[in-house]
């Protein structure tokens, strides 16, 4: 054996090459190229005792840097009742891997029903399934959804302003294929949709929008829903679900879909994920969606039940029929934002979306009295807004002498969208977890910095 726990011996290994025609394992990665080849064994050392490997991780997880998180763009550091944690760590729930068959036990088939009811409470839509992967995957869930409801199209619009990394999802998502994308440009920080009605074109099946957008603005879709339906196509509004408790719902903009990301909905940041993506149409829809839904119904003794009640993948039905290649859901995750929402209320959501609302415009309107920056767009935003610095040397000093007080003051937009043009842009996110001292230390710091 080449290494203890690969239980190949030499014999099976040459069965198997020999079955695909090739004499060795050299031969097989040879079409790699000796530059992505390691040249000796891995370095793996002998084995340590359980406090040797508990004092390594501790001393690697020493030499982070901790500080308080103005950060954000897509990622929000939220308050989270210790029931979410107490509740989600139970054995029965995180030693069960994801569940396939209608016979799993009725208490996880209740937890997606409650998650999937949640779900379009907020939203506003008929329908939501037993949740996603993430919010990109919702987004291109949506994409596919689209050209399939359409016949004959094959173009999806998009606005530039939804996430970059949504976007870059996107993009993937159309390469490869006869699908495509097209970006309808922004103007003044928001989606331009002058042009919507020329762009609905034959081959178009729908609109995908985000807001908050990637700025943290806030888009208005007055008459946008009927100028897409006019033309047969869909609406898909793309939102975080906090913000949801006080913007109007997707359905309120006569959304067909609703997609997005329940991270700030329980979900710790954890250095980026997992986090659990939601989708949610309307009844019109409802066979097209992908994944499964869970359904309430009554047994023969009259008893309350819970059961798979829709499975759009190809396990489950004709491969050509299936809706989606999406073969499990979030489960885990999505428990624990059903356990964060029955813990808040839809009285405690509120409260959030508002306190994040009142201390990021707080925080705003003070920043803007500083020299060399300003915020450009006198756009509405909720819990995000867009820095703007007058030169580059300003904002690295900025974050620098910030991070020394130990205060992340936001996340650079160009790191995620490599443009030109977001070089200056500072993205500053205050959620209802920032106290009025965290607020007042960061504009003592920036003051001190910017005079």
Known sequence: MVYPYIPHTDEDRNMMLSAIGLKSLDQLFEVLGEELQLSDSVPISHGRTEDEVQRMIDSIASRNVRGIPFLGCGCYDHIIPSTVKALSSLPSFVTAYTPYQAEMSQGLLQAIYEFQSMICEITGLDVANASLYDGSHAASEAASLM???????????????????????????????????????????????????????????????????????????????????????????????????????????????????????????????????????TESLMRRIPGRIVGATTDAKGRRGFTLTLQAREQHIKRERATSNVCSNQALAALMTTIHLSSLGWGGMVEAANQSYAKAHYLAYHLAQLPGVTLIWDKPFWCEFPLVFSDAKRMRKFLQELRNEGIFAGVRLAALTRQAKDELVLLVAVTEKRSREELELYLAAARRVMK
């Not at 999806?156 to 994308?181: E, N, Q, Y």
């Not at 099946?205 to 033309?231: C, F, K, M, W």
């Not at 793309?238 to 997005?260: R, T, V």
Request: negative net charge; proline residues 4%; aromatic residues 6%.
């Open 147 to 281: 050209v399939a409801a359409k016949r004959k199209s094959s173009t999806v619009l998009v606005s530039c302003t939804i996430h970059p990394f949504i976007l870059a999802v996107l993009t993937t998502w159309a390469k490869g294929t006869d699908r495509a994308i097209r970006i309808l440009q922004e103007k003044e920080g928001v989606v331009d949709l002058s042009s919507l009605d020329a762009e609905l074109d034959e081959t178009c099946a729908g609109l995908i929008v985000q807001s908050p957008n990637r700025y943290g603005l806030l888009e208005d879709y007055d008459a946008v829903a009927d100028t897409v339906h006019t033309h047969g196509c869909l609406l898909a509004i793309l939102s975080d679900p906090l913000s949801l408790a006080i913007q109007k719902s997707p359905a309120e903009w006569g959304a067909d879909i609703a997609i997005g990301d329940t991270q700030s909905l329980g979900l710790p940041l954890a250095f980026g994920g997992p986090s659990c993506g939601y989708m949610a149409v």
